[in-house]
T-cell receptor, first 111, second 116 residues
Framework: GNSVTQMEGPVTLSEEAFLTINCTYT??????LFWYVQYPGEGLQLLLK?????DKGSNKGFEATYRKETTSFHLEKGSVQVSDSAVYFC??????????FGGGTRLMVKP | GAVVSQHPSRVICKSGTSVKIECRSL??????MFWYRQFPKKSLMLMAT?????????EQGVEKDKFLINHASLTLSTLTVTSAHPEDSSFYIC????????????FGAGTRLSVL
């Protein structure tokens, strides 16, 4: 079956630090991969996506590259801001209409 | 992007009462909507998938008689928590996709249910 594993948090960084949140997946075929962000007290927002191997999704300074050889989709940002503090979810879609989510990683950015 | 509105954002109710949560797609027709439950500091747990005009498909372990889902139109799905108890307190989130060929889910802002 499908599964998504992401690093446990919380991840605490100082403002302007480099961010990496690891995400690996298990799936048959060729899934699409997503990062969602959840700000405190809110629902999930789609942050970025990649639909095939070697695609790079990017948005708001965040990037993630679909690596089929390592079954990974790590999220990166070169310089985080306090406003990036949130919970980040890696997810995959593989046929049907359901998303499989990772456990979420809480990011806390301190001024 | 597509907007999904969820209402109410927060509800507090007494044990034994029923609570209805609405999920609306504002600028697109949602052929499929999903209902999730999120426990504190945990990931989302899919409760059910609902397609317009048909019965919802519940995930294993989710009581269909307790969590009634209605998807009467292409822009509205409702989740009713019947005879709510404190253990039903949680954050409920809906999502929707536009069209059968689409797979991108757009999420509502969530409803925090507190049962006293």
């Amino acid at each position: 079956g499908n599964s998504v594993t992401q690093m446990e948090g919380p991840v605490t960084l100082s403002e302007e630090a480099f961010l990496t949140i690891n995400c690996t997946y298990t799936a048959t075929g060729y899934p699409s991969l997503f990062w969602y962000v959840q700000y405190p007290g809110e629902g999930l927002q789609l942050l970025l996506k990649a639909t095939k191997a070697d695609d790079k999704g990017s948005n708001k300074g965040f990037e993630a590259t679909y690596r089929k050889e390592t079954t990974s989709f790590h999220l990166e940002k070169g310089s985080v801001q306090v406003s990036d503090s949130a919970v980040y979810f890696c997810a995959l879609y593989n046929a049907g209409n359901m998303l499989t989510f990772g456990g979420g990683t809480r990011l806390m950015v301190k001024p | 992007g597509a907007v999904v509105s969820q209402h109410p954002s927060r509800v507090i109710c007494k044990s034994g009462t029923s609570v209805k949560i609405e999920c609306r797609s504002l600028d697109f027709q949602a052929t499929t909507m999903f209902w999730y439950r999120q426990f504190p500091k945990k990931s989302l747990m899919l409760m059910a998938t609902s397609n317009e005009g048909s019965k919802a498909t519940y995930e294993q372990g989710v009581e269909k008689d307790k969590f009634l889902i209605n998807h009467a139109s292409l822009t509205l799905s409702t989740l009713t928590v019947t005879s709510a108890h404190p253990e039903d307190s949680s954050f409920y989130i809906c999502s929707a996709i536009a069209g059968r060929a689409s797979y991108i889910q757009y999420f509502g802002a969530g409803t925090r249910l507190s049962v006293l």
